[in-house]
């Protein structure tokens, strides 16, 4: 058996984070197709819209940063 | 190992009987300690005659004071010269005061207050035991005297001898060879180097330390698993390699922890020492779950900016405040 010490709270998060990540990249390689950038953009609403929904604190934190990235980067 | 060190296990028989030992005095010693104490300077006492050097390394509290100045006045009053060495003066007094309240147990085979000789290193007769500080003998040693040679020398927190710079440590080094016997005595024998330890060790006589760095380096090791070790497997090479480095401190170390006592013994420590500590520590709540969480991402994001992550929020928060409901 392997050892595991994870947190469950701490594995939500990273994987809340990970979608977070793989949404930015898809940003960047959108760069110079303005069709394609405004498709990434509504998808990152999606993606944060339900995330805001849910309540704990991994969705909240990828929520808030993905409601950030979309005003800053997008 | 043959030398003139010749002791006759006839004159501590009296270490059989601790009852009997203490309707003779009147200075506050209690049987319960003192079994265990007579019974650790019993094999002291046959260990040295065997021609080892001991590391004393007892818990706090648990006597190491009492169980060698019995040690010290046998070996004396066989016509032998012992020296303490004490790290300051107050110790210093205090030595010669455990000597001096064992006198009148000890008077039928020849103690006195005679035999206690205070102050600094000096000439030494036979039958004396000298209690001198850590400092008269770094003094001496600087002074390039050669005073110092004895049957038996006893150091007291001996772990202030650690750090291979220090002048008591020098003076160790190159005065200890003139002892034919050493007994050191500290309740910490290594803080967080190994090699603190070793040097103990070697000073008392120990050669063969592989065993012990090898579990140290086990231990080590458990620090740079990776996940999905077997666990099992790791278990039984920490547990066979400490083995091993037991058997070969065994030997040159006695150690008492409070934990090792006997019932009754432990009730003299009170009751913190019969249960084991409790930290209670409270769960995270949301908020500080959030905090930590934002850490990590932080970290997360740094690595991406600097090509390199140099901390993980997890291993400086205690594991239970991150128990969620």
Same mark, same amino acid.
């Given at each position: ?74 | ?82 020296? @303490? ?17 064992? @006198? ?141 480095? @037991? ?6 170390? @006695? ?71």
């Amino acid at each position: 058996m392997a050892a595991n010490y994870s947190v469950q709270a701490w594995l939500d998060a990273r994987a809340a984070f990970n979608v977070v990540d793989q949404w930015r990249a898809a940003l960047g390689e959108a760069a110079g197709d303005p069709v394609l950038i405004e498709q990434v953009r509504l998808d990152g609403q999606e993606i944060q819209s339900i995330y805001a929904r849910r309540k704990d604190p991994a969705a909240e934190l990828a929520a808030e940063e993905l409601a950030w990235r979309l005003d800053e980067d997008a | 190992m043959m030398d003139d060190f010749q002791i006759d296990a006839r004159r501590w028989r009296f270490l059989d009987n601790p009852a009997r030992y203490i309707e003779r005095e009147t200075g506050g010693l209690q049987i319960e300690p003192l079994k265990r104490q007579f019974k650790t300077a019993k094999e002291l006492l046959s260990r040295l005659a065997s021609g080892r050097g001991i590391l004393l390394a007892d818990d706090v509290g648990l006597g190491k004071t009492t169980v060698s100045a019995l040690v010290a006045w046998v070996i004396a009053l066989q016509d032998k010269r012992v020296r @303490i060495y004490a790290p300051n003066e107050v110790l210093r007094r205090r030595w010669a005061e455990e000597l001096e309240r064992h @006198i009148p147990m000890l008077a039928h085979i020849g103690a006195s207050s005679d035999c206690i000789k205070q102050g600094d290193v000096g000439k030494l007769n036979a039958g004396r035991i000298q209690v001198a500080t850590h400092y008269s003998l770094v003094k001496s040693h600087d002074y390039g005297e050669q005073r110092t040679a004895c049957d038996l020398m006893i150091i007291d927190e001996a772990h202030r001898a650690k750090g291979d710079g220090s002048a008591f440590n020098e003076a160790l080094h190159n005065l200890g060879g003139r002892a034919k016997r050493k007994l050191i005595l500290t309740a910490t024998p290594f803080s967080i180097r190994l090699t603190e330890l070793e040097q103990l060790l070697q000073f008392v006589g120990a050669t063969k330390l592989d065993a012990v760095r090898l579990y140290a380096a086990e231990l080590k090791r458990l620090y740079v698993l990776r996940d999905g070790h077997d666990i099992p497997a790791e278990s039984k090479r920490l547990v066979s390699a400490a083995r091993e480095a @037991i058997e070969a401190l065994q030997p040159y170390v @006695i150690r008492h922890c409070i934990e090792d006592l006997s019932a009754s013994e432990r009730t003299h420590f009170g009751a913190d020492g019969a249960g084991r500590w409790e930290i209670l520590t409270t769960a995270a709540t949301q908020e500080d779950l959030s905090l930590l969480l934002r850490m990590d991402r932080l970290l997360r994001l740094t690595q991406e900016r600097r090509g390199e992550r140099r901390n993980d929020p997890r291993f400086h928060v205690g594991w239970q405040h991150l128990a969620t409901k």
